[in-house]
């Protein structure tokens, strides 16, 4: 009886999958933002190439360019498959505290899945310089949190701070 209960449980977990089976990049990435401001390739040799490519990719500082703005890239990873037809991506300021600065649907290309690849413009006007920045995705407004990431923006270079100079007050 116990031989065939301990056969039983061995043929069980020779079919489970072992623990220590490779994580695919998903796996390996899941819950994490990737921002860029360079497009991310289309496919990749292998998972782990995926997984190097995106760790050398990540950004996590931005700069603006003269006119305002700056184009990023984004590839969000999740711990597993969502089934859904829209996103929101929130970028919260946490400078001091956390506070909604921005908030964006984000449409995915396939109804179900783990990598969602998309793209977004940042703007000075709405996006302070010099400020500290949390962007995460969620399934739905005020969903659950599927993916974040955290980055700064600066400003251009060779913009330096307003220079205040003390002025004299004529008291008569």
């Not at 921002?35 to 390739?41: D, G, N, R």
């Not at 498959?81 to 956390?98: C, L, N, Q």
């Not at 995915?108 to 000075?124: D, F, H, Y």
């Amino acid at each position: 009886m116990h031989v065939r209960l301990l056969a039983a449980t061995l043929l069980l977990l020779s079919l489970a999958a072992p623990a220590g089976a490779k994580k695919t990049a998903e796996d390996r990435l899941g819950g994490k933002i990737i921002l860029s401001t360079k497009m991310f390739p289309r496919q990749f040799a292998s998972d782990g190439a995926m997984v190097a490519h995106m760790k050398k990719a990540h950004t996590k500082a931005f700069r603006y360019d003269e006119s305002g703005k700056i184009e990023v890239e984004f590839m969000a990873f999740f711990a597993r498959p969502h089934t859904t037809t829209e996103f929101t991506g929130t970028i919260y300021d946490v400078t001091e505290g956390r506070q909604v600065a921005g908030t964006f649907p984000i449409y995915p290309a396939q109804k179900e899945t783990r990598v969602l690849q998309s793209g977004m413009t940042l703007n000075r006007e709405t996006y302070a310089a010099e400020r500290r920045y949390l962007f995460v995705i969620t399934n739905g407004y005020r969903g659950a949190v599927l993916a974040e990431a955290n980055f700064v923006l600066q400003r251009p270079a060779g913009e330096r701070d307003a220079k205040v100079e003390p002025t004299v007050v004529d008291m008569q």
